[in-house]
T-cell receptor, first 113, second 114 residues
């Protein structure tokens, strides 16, 4: 079974630029998560989808971050414009349902200069 | 809101020592509880889980018991190995009031020396 795929793996941008991350979850998984993990901290949930609907986005900085999950499968997370404090690893995870085990992708390491 | 508090690290032990990593939680509903592990250079993966009070999750010699009365889910292993060196994260999913919203602790780094 293929795991959660993410791209790109690494990205370096200047502040005020835009960036987008892509996630392809495990086939059949209804729940998809985007996390931000700053060095030395635990993953912070940015947004959680159930199929193509949003379950929670209370910690998503909506003035600069946006996410969508088209047709309840792939998802993209966008930052526009980026700030220095956005430097982090962005993790995507999926699960069969919201209470089940999450399977994580390898993450995208973002550096904002 | 929901929260997960883990004991601060890092934790350094000698091989075959006993391990405890404390985890307590705050949740308005009845969460499922998880321990995830991140080995050096690898992604996060599930170590064990428990879905209701008094359940014990176990895997690879690790155990944790869901204690509702103390809102805890402490991770234990009787004899650690060098290969257990990793970062351990306690997490919860709160279904009843938060539609399964996921919350993670900040992680505890374990180093096991031979």
């Amino acid at each position: 079974e293929a795991g959660v795929a993410q791209s790109p793996r690494y990205k370096i941008i200047e502040k005020r630029q835009s960036v987008a991350f892509w996630c392809n979850p495990i086939s059949g998984h209804a729940t998809l998560y985007w996390y931000q993990q700053i060095l030395g901290q635990g993953p912070k949930l940015l947004i959680q989808f159930q199929n193509n609907g949003v379950v929670d986005d209370s910690q998503l900085p909506k003035d600069r971050f946006s996410a969508e999950r088209l047709k309840g499968v792939d998802s993209t997370l966008k930052i526009q414009p980026a700030k220095l404090e956005d430097s982090a690893v962005y993790l995507c995870a999926s699960s069969t349902s919201a209470m089940d085990t999450q399977y994580f992708g390898p993450g995208t390491r973002l550096t904002v200069l | 809101g929901d929260s997960v508090t883990q004991m601060e690290g890092p934790v350094t032990l000698s091989e075959e020592a006993f391990l405890t990593i404390n985890c307590t939680y705050t949740a308005t509903g009845y969460p499922s509880l998880f321990w995830y592990v991140q080995y050096p250079g690898e992604g996060l993966q599930l170590l064990l889980k428990a879905t209701k009070a008094d359940d014990k999750g176990s895997n690879k010699g690790f155990e944790a018991t869901y204690r509702k009365e103390t809102t805890s889910f402490h991770l234990e292993k009787g004899s650690v190995q060098v290969s257990d060196s990793a970062v351990y994260f306690c997490a919860l999913s709160d279904q009843n009031t938060n539609a399964g919203k996921s919350t993670f602790g900040d992680g505890t780094t374990l180093t096991v020396k031979p």
